[in-house]
């Protein structure tokens, strides 16, 4: 079976902003050799990361460690283009 190579977006919520507010979108942090280092969260969908499956999922692991206050907000995996 093929697997489509398909790009997502990682977009966040506030919980407590409901649909107030716009949703931010991670930028992913890299070193000079391309190695992962960490995740921004950005207003920006134009200047967000686009990034396979794979990579969104350790931005959004990372996030949940490193982020004080991660469980504020709602965290999703948005396929590009919606």
């Known amino acids: 079976m093929e697997q489509n ?3 997502y ?3 966040q919520n506030k919980i407590s902003d409901g649909d ?3 949703p931010v979108f991670a930028k992913v ?3 000079k050799e391309g190695v992962f280092e960490g995740v921004s969260f950005i207003k ?6 686009i990034l396979t499956i794979t990579e969104a ?3 959004i692991e990372w996030a949940a460690k490193k ?3 991660a469980h504020e907000y ?3 995996i948005i396929c590009l283009g919606q």
């Not at 920006?44 to 990361?49: I, Q």
């Open 67 to 69: 982020k004080p206050n």
């Open 9 to 11: 977006l990682i977009q």
């Open 44 to 49: 920006s969908k134009e200047k967000a990361s």
């Open 74 to 76: 709602v965290t999703k």
């Open 20 to 22: 107030q507010k716009p």
């Open 29 to 31: 942090m890299r070193n």
């Open 5 to 7: 190579d398909q790009r």
């Open 57 to 59: 999922n350790q931005a």
